[in-house]
Protein backbone atom coordinates (compact mmCIF):
# COMPACT_ATOMS: atom_id res chain seq x y z
CA UNK A 1 0.00 0.00 0.00
CA UNK A 2 1.93 3.45 -1.10
CA UNK A 3 1.67 6.55 1.22
CA UNK A 4 -0.51 8.14 -0.85
CA UNK A 5 -3.71 6.03 0.21
CA UNK A 6 -5.06 4.82 3.13
CA UNK A 7 -7.36 2.39 4.42
CA UNK A 8 -11.55 2.57 3.40
CA UNK A 9 -12.64 2.26 6.86
CA UNK A 10 -9.88 4.39 8.52
CA UNK A 11 -10.95 8.16 8.50
CA UNK A 12 -7.63 11.18 9.17
CA UNK A 13 -7.98 11.04 13.17
CA UNK A 14 -8.20 6.68 13.50
CA UNK A 15 -12.22 6.92 13.85
CA UNK A 16 -13.64 4.37 11.98
CA UNK A 17 -16.17 5.67 9.17
CA UNK A 18 -19.47 4.43 9.70
CA UNK A 19 -20.60 1.75 7.09
CA UNK A 20 -22.56 1.66 4.32
CA UNK A 21 -25.96 0.86 6.07
CA UNK A 22 -28.02 0.61 2.65
CA UNK A 23 -28.08 -3.31 2.58
CA UNK A 24 -29.00 -3.48 5.77
CA UNK A 25 -32.37 -4.49 6.47
CA UNK A 26 -34.92 -2.79 9.68
CA UNK A 27 -34.69 -5.95 11.76
CA UNK A 28 -30.62 -6.26 11.70
CA UNK A 29 -30.46 -2.27 12.42
CA UNK A 30 -33.36 -2.72 15.74
CA UNK A 31 -31.05 -5.73 16.78
CA UNK A 32 -27.87 -4.90 15.93
CA UNK A 33 -27.69 -0.83 15.04
CA UNK A 34 -26.55 -0.25 18.30
CA UNK A 35 -23.10 -1.40 17.36
CA UNK A 36 -22.03 1.08 15.05
CA UNK A 37 -22.84 3.77 17.79
CA UNK A 38 -19.48 5.43 19.30
CA UNK A 39 -20.57 4.86 22.99
CA UNK A 40 -20.98 0.99 22.94
CA UNK A 41 -17.13 0.05 23.25
CA UNK A 42 -17.14 2.32 26.70
CA UNK A 43 -20.17 1.53 27.58
CA UNK A 44 -19.83 -2.29 27.31
CA UNK A 45 -16.60 -1.67 28.95
CA UNK A 46 -17.96 -0.11 32.35
CA UNK A 47 -20.85 -2.66 32.27
CA UNK A 48 -18.42 -5.63 32.07
CA UNK A 49 -16.00 -3.98 34.83
CA UNK A 50 -19.34 -3.19 37.17
CA UNK A 51 -20.63 -6.76 36.97
CA UNK A 52 -16.87 -8.56 37.50
CA UNK A 53 -16.18 -5.99 40.50
CA UNK A 54 -19.62 -6.91 42.02
CA UNK A 55 -18.90 -10.85 41.54
CA UNK A 56 -16.15 -10.31 43.34
CA UNK A 57 -17.27 -8.32 45.81
CA UNK A 58 -20.34 -10.78 46.32
CA UNK A 59 -17.78 -13.76 46.78
CA UNK A 60 -16.96 -12.96 50.70
CA UNK A 61 -20.59 -12.52 51.13
CA UNK A 62 -21.39 -16.03 50.39
CA UNK A 63 -18.34 -17.55 51.94
CA UNK A 64 -19.57 -15.92 55.17
CA UNK A 65 -23.48 -17.57 54.20
CA UNK A 66 -22.45 -20.97 53.21
CA UNK A 67 -21.63 -21.24 56.96
CA UNK A 68 -18.88 -22.63 59.69
CA UNK A 69 -16.88 -25.95 58.27
CA UNK A 70 -18.35 -25.15 54.68
CA UNK A 71 -17.41 -23.61 51.94
CA UNK A 72 -19.37 -22.22 48.71
CA UNK A 73 -16.23 -23.18 46.15
CA UNK A 74 -14.19 -26.34 46.97
CA UNK A 75 -10.35 -24.57 46.54
CA UNK A 76 -7.84 -27.70 45.88
CA UNK A 77 -4.86 -25.29 46.28
CA UNK A 78 -4.45 -22.23 49.61
CA UNK A 79 -4.09 -19.72 46.71
CA UNK A 80 -7.48 -20.57 45.09
CA UNK A 81 -8.51 -19.62 48.09
CA UNK A 82 -7.93 -16.27 47.90
CA UNK A 83 -10.90 -14.41 46.78
CA UNK A 84 -11.22 -13.27 43.36
CA UNK A 85 -8.04 -15.60 42.42
CA UNK A 86 -10.47 -16.22 39.59
CA UNK A 87 -10.82 -13.05 38.09
CA UNK A 88 -6.87 -12.30 38.14
CA UNK A 89 -5.96 -15.67 36.73
CA UNK A 90 -8.52 -14.85 33.79
CA UNK A 91 -7.38 -11.22 33.83
CA UNK A 92 -3.56 -12.64 33.56
CA UNK A 93 -3.85 -15.17 31.25
CA UNK A 94 -5.72 -13.09 28.74
CA UNK A 95 -2.53 -10.19 29.09
CA UNK A 96 -0.49 -12.68 28.28
CA UNK A 97 -1.69 -14.69 25.54
CA UNK A 98 -2.32 -10.42 24.53
CA UNK A 99 1.11 -9.64 25.01
CA UNK A 100 2.42 -12.87 23.34
CA UNK A 101 0.96 -11.93 19.98
CA UNK A 102 3.15 -9.01 19.84
CA UNK A 103 6.55 -10.83 19.35
CA UNK A 104 4.27 -13.55 17.38
CA UNK A 105 3.22 -10.75 14.83
CA UNK A 106 6.28 -9.21 14.30
CA UNK A 107 7.88 -12.45 13.55
CA UNK A 108 5.25 -13.71 11.27
CA UNK A 109 4.72 -10.83 9.84
CA UNK A 110 5.81 -9.52 5.91
CA UNK A 111 7.11 -6.42 4.64
CA UNK A 112 4.54 -4.10 3.43
CA UNK A 113 6.05 -4.07 -0.14
CA UNK A 114 5.72 -7.97 -0.39
CA UNK A 115 3.12 -7.58 -3.18
CA UNK A 116 4.86 -5.20 -5.09
CA UNK A 117 6.54 -6.51 -7.46
CA UNK A 118 7.80 -4.12 -10.11
CA UNK A 119 9.45 -6.58 -12.17
CA UNK A 120 6.22 -8.51 -13.28
CA UNK A 121 3.35 -6.91 -13.92
CA UNK A 122 0.14 -8.30 -12.91
CA UNK A 123 -1.93 -10.70 -14.73
CA UNK A 124 1.10 -11.82 -16.54
CA UNK A 125 2.94 -15.28 -16.31
CA UNK A 126 6.51 -15.18 -14.83
CA UNK A 127 7.61 -17.48 -17.50
CA UNK A 128 6.38 -18.30 -21.16
Known sequence: MSDS???????D?????????SHTTPTAKLLFGWTS????????????????LGLILVEPLLEMAAGEGHH??????????????????GFGSF????LA?????????????????ESEPAGEEPHP
Not at 72 to 88: C, E, L, M, P, Q
Not at 103 to 114: I, S
Open 101 to 117: GWPLGRLMRREEDYYDD
Open 37 to 52: KPWTGRLLFILFAVAS
Open 72 to 89: FRHAYFNIDAITGFYAWW
Open 5 to 11: TKPPHLS
Open 95 to 98: ALVV
Open 13 to 21: HGEHALPDD
